[in-house]
Antibody
Framework: QVQLQQSGPGLVKPSQTLSLTCGIS??????????WNWIRQSPSRGLEWLGR?????????DYAVSVKSRITINPDTSKNQFSLQLNSVTPEDTAVYYC????????????????WGQGTLVTVSS | DIQMTQSPSSLSASVGDRVTITCRAS??????LNWYQQKPGKAPKLLIY???SLQSGVPSRFSGSGSGTDFTLTISSLQPEDFATYYC?????????FGPGTKVDIK
């Protein structure tokens, strides 16, 4: 059974960096049949995909254009986890942040988010 | 980006009712369409993947259909634990995008 455990602060000051970590059990961040995603949810923006990291003989990242200049998602193979860093935050970055596994083993190359972390409410405020 | 819309945005239904939720993509998503259920304070839960495949452990009263731009989630007989918000999501191309949600509440 895959479990994702999120950690990180719930309050970040404007202009600073939001940092969250997602610990993985029951799978590997280096898996060739999964990708590791960050998604956030707010009343104003709904569910918003932020980006992912995945390993297919080498490491790849994809990021949403809306945050591409500010976001970094990194794998940590030694701890079997991955992280989110979002720089220069504003109050508009206030949201519940989720990590999620993207299953990449279905027939037909379809993917989906089959396991999610518990969510972290991050408030951007001074 | 592929934009997702859902209708209705909310509905009231009774236990035992048949419920249908529609999702439309702004361009073809083939069958790369997933459905999630979310309850307050919880993460979304995968119900249906690839438009019509039931995720393991999900009751068979949930079903999905469609391809291209038009998709449907059906609950054949609504149960008390099904009152929640439902989201569609396309996985055809990044950025992955979600619909705005359909809230199902008690009539």
């Amino acid at each position: 059974q895959v479990q994702l455990q999120q950690s990180g602060p719930g309050l970040v000051k404007p202009s600073q960096t939001l940092s969250l970590t997602c610990g993985i059990s029951g799978d590997s961040v280096s898996s060739n049949s999964a990708a590791w995603n960050w998604i956030r949810q707010s009343p104003s923006r709904g569910l918003e995909w932020l980006g992912r990291t995945y390993y297919r003989s080498k490491w790849y990242n994809d990021y949403a254009v809306s945050v591409k200049s500010r976001i970094t998602i990194n794998p940590d193979t030694s701890k079997n986890q991955f992280s989110l860093q979002l720089n220069s935050v504003t109050p508009e970055d206030t949201a519940v942040y989720y990590c999620a596994r993207e299953a990449d083993y279905r027939p037909g190359a379809t993917t989906d988010f089959d396991y999610w972390g518990q969510g972290t409410l991050v408030t951007v405020s001074s | 980006d592929i934009q997702m819309t859902q209708s209705p945005s909310s509905l009231s239904a009774s236990v035992g009712d048949r419920v249908t939720i529609t999702c439309r993509a702004s361009q073809s998503s083939s069958s790369y369409l997933n459905w999630y259920q979310q309850k307050p304070g919880k993460a979304p839960k995968l119900l249906i993947y690839a438009a019509s495949s039931l995720q393991s452990g999900v009751p068979s009263r949930f079903s999905g259909s469609g391809s291209g731009t038009d998709f449907t989630l059906t609950i054949s007989s609504l149960q008390p634990e099904d009152f929640a918000t439902y989201y569609c999501q396309q996985s055809y191309s990044t950025p992955f995008t979600f619909g705005p949600g359909t809230k199902v509440d008690i009539k």
